[in-house]
């Protein structure tokens, strides 16, 4: 049975046309603008190995920070109803790409590297249990077809 569907909606503008279109490799550039109604727009670019823009996002940063805002918002719900009380939460993802000889590529793994400090006394060992939860339910991690693993430090103020 399908539960409740939800529909997002973006709109991906290609910058890169130097002058002469895509009439050679090295003649367009990268840069793209991600937009939504109602919010900010993303500067994006390719990865700058692909002839992209350093400054600006890549396909592939956003993919590693969709798993880590998307595990983050998770966990925060659960330690919110299971009496942890986080007070900050920074992490510091990392996702691992392999590229073939003939130019595909594919991610083989992102970690997720929360460090959570939560008041104290409010259950260390729940707090990091609740990771596993945050995993489960992801809906950027239950849709990618590689791993992604989480080491998470808990920190007690």
Same mark, same amino acid.
């Given at each position: 049975?399908?539960?409740?569907?939800? +529909?997002?909606?973006?709109?991906?503008?290609?910058? $890169? #046309?130097? !002058?002469?279109?895509?009439? $050679? *490799?090295?003649? *367009? $550039?990268?840069? &793209?603008?991600?937009?939504?109604?109602?919010?900010?727009?993303?500067?994006?670019?390719?990865?700058?190995? /692909?002839? !992209?823009?350093?400054?600006?996002?890549?396909? =592939?940063? @956003?993919?590693?920070?969709? @798993?880590?805002?998307?595990?983050? @918002?998770?966990?925060?719900? /659960?330690?919110?109803?299971?009496?942890?009380?986080?007070?900050?939460?920074?992490?510091?993802?990392? $996702?691992?790409?392999?590229?073939?000889?003939? !130019?595909?590529?594919?991610?083989?793994?992102?970690?997720?590297?929360?460090?959570?400090?939560?008041?104290?006394?409010?259950?260390?060992?729940?707090?990091?249990?609740?990771?596993? +939860?945050? &995993? +489960?339910?992801? /809906?950027?991690? #239950?849709?990618? #077809? /590689?791993?992604?693993?989480?080491?998470?430090?808990?920190? =007690?103020?």
């Amino acid at each position: 049975m399908a539960g409740k569907q939800h +529909e997002y909606r973006v709109t991906v503008t290609w910058q $890169g #046309n130097l !002058g002469t279109g895509t009439s $050679g *490799y090295r003649e *367009y $550039g990268r840069d &793209h603008v991600i937009s939504a109604d109602g919010k900010p727009d993303i500067p994006g670019s390719s990865d700058p190995a /692909f002839r !992209g823009d350093a400054a600006r996002w890549n396909p =592939e940063d @956003l993919l590693v920070a969709s @798993l880590s805002a998307c595990h983050k @918002l998770w966990y925060l719900h /659960f330690c919110s109803v299971s009496g942890v009380i986080v007070i900050a939460y920074e992490d510091h993802a990392e $996702g691992t790409m392999v590229m073939d000889e003939d !130019g595909a590529g594919r991610f083989t793994e992102v970690v997720l590297k929360p460090r959570v400090t939560i008041k104290a006394g409010t259950y260390p060992q729940i707090a990091a249990e609740l990771h596993d +939860e945050a &995993h +489960e339910k992801c /809906f950027i991690a #239950n849709s990618v #077809n /590689f791993p992604v693993r989480c080491e998470p430090v808990i920190i =007690e103020e």
